[in-house]
Antibody, heavy 125, light 108 residues
Framework: EVQLVESGGGLVQPGGSLRLSCAAS????????MSWVRQAPGKGLEWVAN????????YYVDSVKGRFTISRDNAKNSLYLQMNSLRAEDTAVYYC??????????????????WGKGTTVTVSS | EIVLTQSPATLSLSPGERATLSCGAS???????LAWYQQKPGLAPRLLIY???SRATGIPDRFSGSGSGTDFTLTISRLEPEDFAVYYC?????????FGQGTKVEIK
């Protein structure tokens, strides 16, 4: 069974850091681009970042550039999101998702065919 | 960035009825790179449609997608009880990929 399982969420103070993890199983993790997508409470979905199969290319939404870092460890079938300088507006459920798409001049554009159940990040004092 | 506007915000229908959900884009979506997702409370989104009209694996044929350019539609031919949920469109024709704000399909 294809599965993604996130972990690492929690309560953190503004300005703090948190590292999210996503464990993949049931498919060849190293063959896919992967993304993080978030959903603020009661709101819609927002794509956050994605990473190429070998980790050599990474793309971010403008609102997290310079604060968040996406990475992966193909030997461990794991995806990560290091979140620094957290703000109240980063409060959300964070989903790990598998990308399917194509390259263009601005990066890898994709829809997401497999999603994890999400992990909740709350930024509050 | 491309802004997607979904309408209506809420659709109140009865089981067995037809649902028509719209997704309008602020600019033309390249190559009809548009997807639809279903999300139930407390659960992750589930891919329904990609490339505007292709059904994802395991999705019943009562779900269909159409459209091109700036106007896209998700149709549920006959609503089943499990179809009452929130539906999101997402474009991946230009960076960054963006989502609509969602349409809630509720039981009338």
């Amino acid at each position: 069974e294809v599965q993604l399982v996130e972990s690492g969420g929690g309560l953190v103070q503004p300005g703090g850091s948190l590292r999210l993890s996503c464990a993949a199983s049931g498919f060849t993790f190293s063959s896919y681009w992967m993304s993080w997508v978030r959903q603020a409470p009661g709101k819609g979905l927002e794509w956050v970042a994605n990473i190429k199969q070998d980790g050599s290319e990474k793309y971010y939404v403008d609102s997290v550039k310079g604060r968040f870092t996406i990475s992966r460890d193909n030997a461990k079938n794991s995806l990560y999101l290091q979140m620094n300088s957290l703000r109240a507006e980063d409060t959300a459920v964070y989903y790990c998702a598998r990308d399917l798409g194509y390259y263009d001049s601005s990066g890898y554009l994709a829809y997401m065919d497999v999603w994890g159940k999400g992990t909740t990040v709350t930024v509050s004092s | 960035e491309i802004v997607l506007t979904q309408s209506p915000a809420t659709l109140s229908l009865s089981p067995g009825e037809r649902a028509t959900l719209s997704c309008g884009a602020s600019q033309s979506v390249s190559s009809s790179y548009l997807a639809w997702y279903q999300q139930k409370p407390g659960l992750a989104p589930r891919l329904l449609i990609y490339d505007a009209s292709s059904r994802a694996t395991g999705i019943p044929d009562r779900f269909s997608g159409s459209g091109s350019g700036t106007d896209f539609t998700l149709t549920i031919s006959r609503l089943e009880p499990e179809d009452f949920a929130v539906y999101y469109c997402q474009q991946y024709g230009s960076s960054p990929r963006t989502f609509g704000q969602g349409t809630k399909v509720e039981i009338k």
